[in-house]
């Protein structure tokens, strides 16, 4: 029998929505061996814990499964690869919020769950409690009056991100836009532009927010906003998402120049490619 087709004697098991690499790391503790070694123990090519967690394959997953006696679709549940490609760039590099109520307290290592890095979650996926921030705290989000809409969005984001479910638009994409710049009117007199985005027109609330909070957003490459912010995020998901193609074009009356052409273009590309693969799957089912 080769190395990578031992079984490991002692198997812990895994909590519910606990992390493949946290699963591997607590074993790599009661075993007192480096977590990678623990990896490579099955899986020799791989390098790091994050490749297991974000791209394992079929036969990876068997390989992991043997060793840990476990059900090959339990580990495959434990990562993120079932992510579709759209809403990966959602997904946090480190644990950005946690759930106070199913954060396990054991006497050994703290099990890292996966709803840690989930960028467009607002609530627990297991117990449905808000999730807190990471660093401790609790933060009372300034949009809390737009909680329903927010969990509708989060729902959206949801559906898209782990079951590839989409509508006219994928929703992660509507996020993407709505934290594009827009140009207010009247020009406030101090303007700071990365202070405006397209959100601000549907949630209002955000322009105050990020001139007197001093929050920053995040850039255009990237989606992750701060929890307290992300109810703001979600919200306009849904109401975009409800309103249909025709609030995007509003929306972009809201823009000037480059930008103004970059969301139209955007917003034609995306709508036409939503419209042909809806197109080809009816033709597929006549
Ligand atoms: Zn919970």
Redesign the pocket.
Known sequence: MGLSARQLPVRLAPYPDELLSSWIIRHAAFYAVPPLAMLQHCLPEIQSLRTADLDITESRVARIARMFSADPATVLRMTFSNITQSSRRLIASEPRQL????SPITNELHPVLRSRFLGWRIT??????LLQNADGGPRRSPFSRYHNSALIGEQLLDDEAERGMQNWMPPSEIARLLLMRRVPRPLPDRYEPSNYRVLGVIIPDLDDVLRVQNSKLPSRASTLLPLHLRPALLAGVAIVQRSGPEMLHMLRSHMMGENKARFGSAIDEIVDCARQSRTSSQLHLI
Not at 99 to 102: E, K, Q, R, T
């Open positions: 759930c106070c109520s199913c627990c996926p297991l117990c449905g409690n």
